[in-house]
């Protein structure tokens, strides 16, 4: 049964869970167990809830009291640790908030909560977000479930790795420059950034405020679309919350995969994004998925978008100078650790001493450079000529969804590369948010979806889709119809190809 549990969707096992063909208690020690079992060699976790089996039985308990639940109350959920919590430490992958317990939950596990999900724990991630590897965690790399020698994508390994690993059929996630799509490309799961300003971050912590973006991590396009309708929707608690009225996603997802979404749509590709610069397994599953969508009656369309090969560097301008504002709160005074230098320490030293013991390379690296790009007579020639940049890409946005609804792109030029091969390499590193990067630039949604396994290593690739801003239920909808045609033409999800799960009898074993 636990083995059975743990493999169904979110969406099944919540069908399962209102029919009390299952109870939630049964649900949740079924991935408590999973993690016992397994996490030692994935650490997709950095601390496992105490009373996750509690909130599941007062699920049970409302549930045979007769009281109306939500669509996914009981089901299991794992929370990057960036998104603070009251009962659990948060410390955004770094030691300068190891232990730190937040007096308010994030908005977005407030709604959690509250929709009835149990939170199973808070998985690691890069710290404060920075990185693609989940390699910059202060406690140690994140493994990927498809191969334990190769990283799970960053900064949310952690939730994507769990996800895939079948430690939890739902996670939270946070993205910046890709943080939620290009992990999920890696593991072969389904990551959404939603348009900036549609997911509340009040409680998430800041990395680049005006990039930052809350958003789910699944196993399939409908359990992502389940679980935005819970996190979505305005916040008075955050300045940047869009008081829009959105569509339920789960529906959108729905439609997607029952109707003829596919047909008539319009399809860019950028015409500036050679294949030269992508892996051929990456370039030769992102055309046979393209041409999927073209037999189902979709239009492939040329676009030009001249300003998006600026992107990454633009990014690597904005991110620092936002970060090292944000991180500037960090000074031994009102978080976390405190380091006190010997002889007559001040606060200056004791401060100096904080951060250097608590900061890792890293952050020290990008609070460096953006403290660099907002001095005074550097301002306007870094980041002032970054923010111009990020305009163009805006313009080149706004032009490409004047001729297309939707716009595709490899989720990343790269598999999973081995653990440590680019850690000493920022810029490799910073190169593999190439694709990812000019969303949250842009502020307009974004989805990654399994498209297949590269054939030079048999590990999974991903597909990503762009929409105006807004229109996130666009997403879902073309995420669901290609993922129908996908899995149909595997004979199964992605998932159950992975050499290391597929060996997997019980829910103790890994490999």
Do not use: C
Not at 207 to 220: F, H, M
Not at 467 to 479: E, F, H, I, M, N
């Amino acid at each position: 049964m636990s083995t059975e549990l743990i493999r169904l969707s979110a969406a099944d096992l919540a069908a399962k869970l209102a029919s009390g063909e299952v109870s939630s208690v049964e649900a949740t020690q079924a991935h408590l167990d999973r993690i016992a079992a397994v996490d030692a060699d994935i650490h997709a976790f950095l601390h496992v809830s105490d009373h996750a089996l509690q909130v599941a039985a007062d699920v049970d308990r409302r549930r045979a009291d007769g009281e109306a639940l939500g669509p996914v109350a009981g089901v299991p959920l794992a929370i990057k640790d960036v998104l603070v919590t009251t009962d659990m430490p948060s410390t955004s992958g770094s030691r300068i908030l190891e232990g730190y317990l937040s007096p308010f939950d994030a908005t977005v596990v407030a709604r959690s909560r509250a929709a009835g999900l149990v939170p199973l724990g808070k998985t690691n991630m890069d710290e404060f977000a920075m990185g693609s590897s989940t390699e910059h965690s202060a406690y140690g790399p994140t493994h990927n479930p498809w191969d334990l020698d190769r990283i799970p994508g960053g900064s949310g390994g952690g939730s994507a790795a769990a996800v895939a690993a079948f430690e939890a059929p739902l996670a939270l996630g946070s993205d910046t420059g890709g943080s939620i799509r290009q992990p999920a490309h890696v593991t072969g799961t389904v990551g959404l950034k939603p348009t900036y300003g549609g997911v509340s971050r009040y409680g998430a912590i800041a990395l680049a405020s005006s990039l930052d973006q809350v958003g789910p991590v699944t196993r399939t396009v409908l359990d992502a679309g389940l679980l935005h309708d819970v996190i979505g929707g305005h916040d008075p608690h955050d300045s940047t919350s869009l008081t829009d009225r959105w569509p339920s996603f789960a529906d959108a997802a729905r439609e997607g995969a029952r109707g003829d979404v596919l047909r008539g749509l319009r399809v860019g590709v950028i015409s500036e994004l050679p294949d030269s610069g992508f892996q051929p397994g990456v370039s030769k599953s992102f055309r046979a998925a393209l041409a999927a969508m073209e037999a189902q009656g979709a239009e492939l369309v040329e676009i030009s978008a001249p300003h998006f090969e600026y992107g990454v560097a633009a990014y690597y301008l904005i991110l620092p100078a936002e970060a090292s504002s944000n991180l500037a709160k960090f000074d031994s005074v009102r978080f976390g650790l405190r380091v006190t230098p010997s002889g007559t320490p001040t606060v200056e030293s004791v401060m100096a001493a904080t951060r250097e013991a608590g900061f890792g390379d890293e952050v020290k690296r990008r609070i460096i450079l953006g403290t660099y790009a907002l001095s005074a007579g550097y301002y306007d020639a870094y980041y002032g000529s970054a923010q111009k940049v990020r305009t163009l890409i805006q313009r080149d946005f706004d032009s490409a969804f004047a001729q297309v609804d939707v716009i595709a792109t490899p989720s990343a030029p790269t598999t999973a590369f081995r653990l440590g091969e680019k850690i000493d390499d920022p810029m490799q590193m910073y190169l593999n948010d190439v694709t990812t990067i000019p969303a949250n630039l842009a502020g307009v949604p974004g989805i990654s979806i399994p498209s297949g396994l590269a054939e030079e290593d048999g590990l999974p690739v991903g597909i990503q889709f762009l929409a105006p801003a807004r229109q996130d239920a666009q997403l879902y909808r073309v995420g669901a119809a290609l993922e129908a045609l996908l899995v149909d033409s595997w004979g199964g999800p992605l998932l159950d190809r992975a050499p290391v799960l597929r060996q997997a009898q019980g829910a103790g074993e890994v490999a």
